[in-house]
């Protein structure tokens, strides 16, 4: 577990990094954000079913992300939030960061989960659905 605190969006980059190695479509990766974040000047939210919100969504290679500047923390025209959801095509793994800054949730193979689980560089923490969520790290 890193102590660090790196920004979100560069941990959620290293993550993304990580899991494009287990997927055979890391140039075909999937981007949704929340509508509701607002300034989103594009024409036609859609409604991703298992997001059951309408969302923004943007297509490109897994790598874009380590590029992506967090409007949240760097107003600017050119920038956008943070993704809610990251997926490759073949749906080998899903990131599921949704709206709430306290955790975001891994699914993905037990290799790529262990890899994840050793970088030391991002805050990441096993989760068993059998048990209560993870709540924020100190």
Known sequence: MSRH????????????????????TPDNCYFAIWEG???????????VPFINREAVLFNGAADDLSTWVDSRDHTSPDNLPIPAFVWP???????????DSHF???????????????????????????????????
Do not use: F, K
């Open 5 to 24: 605190s790196l920004p979100e969006i560069t941990q959620l980059s290293i993550a993304v990094s990580h899991l494009a190695n287990h997927t055979t």
């Open 104 to 138: 975001a949730t891994i699914g993905a193979s037990s290799h790529a989960i262990g890899e994840l689980l050793g970088d030391t560089t991002i805050d990441v923490t096993e989760d068993d659905p059998s048990r209560p969520q993870p709540w924020y790290i100190d």
């Open 37 to 47: 974040w607002g300034g989103l000047e594009l024409v036609g939210p859609v409604q």
């Open 89 to 99: 095509a073949d749906q080998a793994w899903c990131i599921a960061n949704d709206v």
